[in-house]
């Protein structure tokens, strides 16, 4: 029988990956990217031409997307393995997507932490970039407030199927755009 994770990989991720507004060409920063049920599928839409920066703090997780990335021939996947620092090591305003799902809360980051995470990213991203949310495990209307006062515009809230902890599920999505 199929895992879910293969229905998400083979049937669902890009076209929600799309709807949420990744597009060829894109650079694509996937912070905490775990396995890469996101990075992977990011990368096929991106294409040749766009990049998608898988970062993690786990190594194991990094080997898992760099196996997984091999297999399917994709060439446009750069892994970034930190020590858990805030400091994110890319260029100013050079990322048109940041997703930050399932990772921005009380478990891996204080409200000062994501306060910093939050800055770090707005440096890095293009005017108008994308800031895709994953709001587990936090009040969603706190994460809104929290990223809206760093000087991010509420884009939209989705309902998708999405993946989480390696099942189907259906959960919002909070988009943002930097200012
Ligand atoms: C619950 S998983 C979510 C993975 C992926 N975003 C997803 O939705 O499938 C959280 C990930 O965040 C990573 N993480 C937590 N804090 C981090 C930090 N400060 N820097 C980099 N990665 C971090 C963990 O190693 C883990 O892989």
Redesign the pocket.
């Known amino acids: 029988m199929r895992s879910d994770v293969d229905i998400w990989l083979e049937e669902i991720a890009e076209r929600v990956l799309r709807e949420v507004g990744i597009r060829e060409s894109h650079a694509v920063l ?6 890469g ?2 990075a992977v599928p990011a990368a096929r839409i991106v294409g040749e031409k766009g990049r998608v920066y898988a ?4 190594r194991i ?1 990094l080997y898992k997307v760099a196996k997984r990335a091999k297999s399917e021939k994709l060439k446009n996947i750069h892994m970034i393995n ?1 020590s ?1 620092e ?1 400091k994110i090591p890319l260029e100013d305003e050079s990322i048109d997507v940041t997703l930050l ?3 921005i809360h009380s478990h ?1 980051f204080s409200v000062t932490s994501r306060r910093e995470l939050l800055s770090e990213i707005y440096r890095i991203s293009k005017y108008n970039a994308l800031i895709s949310v ?1 709001p587990k495990h936090i009040d969603l209307e706190d994460i809104k407030y929290e990223i809206e006062k760093e000087n991010f515009h509420f884009a939209g809230k989705l309902f998708k199927t999405l ?2 902890n390696r099942s189907l599920t259906q959960d919002y999505l909070l988009n943002f755009q930097r200012r």
């Open positions: 996937d912070f905490s990217c775990g396995s049920h996101y970062l993690d703090k786990s997780s930190t858990g805030l799902y399932d990772v891996y994953y993946l989480h």
